[in-house]
């Protein structure tokens, strides 16, 4: 056991040095909370002007492992005397090891700064196949087909690149990876409207640990697409839409080398969504349809997984359906 408490040790300090290292080649920390605030910002500006019966709109960011936390959120809204809020997940497709673990922060952070439950909630949890989203992402992925030369052009895949799941989760039952593939049929449709007809994959990325996980691994389709003889590849990361280290570290510095090494002399990357005027008019347009309909829950939201459940998701989704039943009186 010392032996295994030292070695563990040893790797933990590795793995975080490995990853300032990483940090520090994408200009010293992560854009994120930038690119978070630019779309908040945007969003409620053009809900103000949308939806003046229900503004002055706010928006406040609570991440879950760094900071501004879910608990300084809750806090500073109550601070604010905020009545109603919209917990809008910035996971556009619904897996319970991220937006549902936020979803179980959340209402920790409730249970303890809002006991008597002065807030009202209501949830937007999904919205991965919303015809605005996919037109941003069709908008990214069209300007760099046309920065590829004309030889390849019409021909070049594109890999939309989505971080990958252990396979224990998705067995339980988790709709990720079919919320992901949603995602990529509304987008491909959406560029065969416009005419691009180039082939394309779904892959996997940030695989890490000795578990069984989704496949096939985005390394290892660049390097196989390259060994057969493509030379060109558009990469897209379907599951973000703001740029942070698994865009900036893993897709373009990470896989570039291995694009390069595998042959791949045009390797594009889609640029992620940041304050793309079309995604801020996508994120106002799901917030205003949400207001319009009269704040309503999803029903998929209410629905257990078929597998085994950990017991705080459980008393979190009797929470969510006590606060959807509650806007639901409010709508008669």
């Not at 990214?140 to 030369?149: G, K, T």
């Amino acid at each position: 056991l010392p032996i295994q408490s030292i070695a563990g040790q040893i790797i933990a300090r590795r793995r975080v040095d490995k990853i300032k290292d990483q940090y520090m080649q994408i200009g010293g920390g992560s854009p994120i909370e930038k690119w978070t605030r630019a779309q908040g910002r945007g969003m409620v500006k053009q809900l103000d002007r949308t939806n003046p019966a229900t503004a002055p709109h706010n928006y406040y960011v609570g991440f879950r492992y760094t900071e501004p936390n879910t608990p300084q959120a809750v806090a500073d809204m109550i601070a604010d005397g905020v009545n109603h809020v919209i917990a809008f997940t910035q996971y556009q497709q619904f897996s319970g090891s991220t937006t549902g673990s936020n979803l179980n922060e959340l209402y920790r952070a409730q249970k303890k700064l809002d006991p008597e439950s002065r807030l009202r909630w209501s949830f937007i949890d999904r919205w991965g196949t919303h015809p605005k989203l996919a037109s941003a992402f069709a908008d990214r992925i069209e300007a760099q087909i046309a920065r590829l030369s004309d030889d390849v052009r019409h021909a070049t895949p594109i890999l939309f690149s989505a971080h990958s799941l252990p396979l224990k989760v998705v067995d339980r039952g988790d709709p990720y990876v079919a919320e992901v593939g949603g995602t990529v049929a509304y987008v491909v449709s959406e560029l065969r409207r416009r005419g691009i007809e180039n082939p394309y994959r779904l892959v996997w990325q940030s695989a890490v640990g000795p578990l069984r996980w989704l496949g096939p691994q985005t390394e290892a389709v660049i390097k196989h697409y390259g060994s057969i003889g493509y030379t060109s590849l558009v990469m897209v990361p379907v599951a973000f839409t703001s740029d942070h280290i698994e865009t900036l570290y893993e897709l373009d510095i990470e896989y570039g080398k291995v694009a390069r090494e595998a042959g791949i002399s045009q390797y594009m990357r889609a640029e992620a969504l940041n304050d793309h005027p079309p995604f801020i008019d996508a994120l106002a347009t799901i917030v205003k349809e949400h207001i319009d309909a009269g704040f309503p829950t999803s029903s998929q939201l209410l629905l257990p997984d078929p597998g085994a459940e950990s017991a705080q998701t459980v008393v979190t989704r009797k929470w969510i359906a006590a606060q959807a039943a509650a806007r639901q009186a409010e709508r008669k």
